[in-house]
């Protein structure tokens, strides 16, 4: 697959021949993709919700009344659910809601979601991501111009540091080195943006794991 591949000023400089492996799978697995999301969102989760289990509670645990010859239900604590004060049955806990998921299918869904946005069209390649002053408000009138309006940026190995300065307060905007590149924040995105080494990268990453 070939794509042009423009510069910040718009401008066409040249064309890149796309992995067809990587960006141009045509049976996209949405499966897939809810699999991984679903695996990235679940480790984000804190897991700090907690309540109160009967042996926490400041309650009492004298036996209420006797237990026969009042003619009521037989209890024997005030921390039981039922009452008020009392503990919560089967409530939350601190826990970890990650899972794991084999390697294989991260890769695999990372491919799909490559490859969903070059076939929507969604997928622009540019040289570079250098700018030569980090303002803001530049930029953000640069990207109105290209129609980068929520746009997930991956720019190379580093991120140039003023180009970082100069994004980070842009809405909807998110700049990743190579090494951040993930499936929820690629589907999340109206624009996938990869520098030239970006795209290198990412071919040389997979054909790295064929070859293993």
């Known amino acids: 697959m070939k794509i042009a ?23 996209i697995r949405g499966d897939l993709l809810a699999r991984v999301v679903n695996w990235q969102l679940a480790k984000r ?21 006797k ?9 024997g604590s005030r921390r039981a659910p039922q009452f008020v004060g009392g503990s919560r049955a089967f409530g ?11 390697k294989k299918v991260r890769a695999l869904a990372l491919r799909h979601a ?17 700018v030569k002053e980090a303002k803001t408000s530049a930029l953000r009138a640069t990207f109105g111009k290209l129609g980068w309006d929520k746009a997930l940026i991956i720019a190379g190995p580093e991120v140039d540091t003023g180009f ?7 809405p909807h905007i998110d700049v990743l080195p190579n090494a951040g590149l993930n ?3 690629i589907l999340r995105a109206n624009k996938l943006v990869l520098t030239k080494a970006a795209v290198e990268a990412i071919e040389a990453r997979f054909s790295e794991k064929e070859a293993a």
Do not use: C, W
């Open 67 to 75: 237990q026969k010859g009042t003619g009521g239900a037989r209890h």
């Open 183 to 185: 499936v929820y924040d």
């Open 92 to 102: 939350p806990i601190v826990r970890d809601h990650g899972f794991s998921l084999p």
């Open 5 to 27: 591949v423009t510069n910040l000023d718009g401008k066409k400089a040249g064309d890149i021949e796309l992995n067809d492996a990587v960006f141009g799978i045509e049976d």
């Open 114 to 130: 490559l490859s969903s946005k070059a076939k929507a069209g969604e997928l622009v390649v540019v040289s570079d991501l250098t």
């Open 164 to 170: 970082g300065l100069a994004a980070r307060n842009i």
């Open 45 to 65: 989760r804190a897991g700090t919700h907690k309540v109160q289990t009967r042996n926490e509670n400041s309650r009492t645990g004298k036996k209420m009344y």
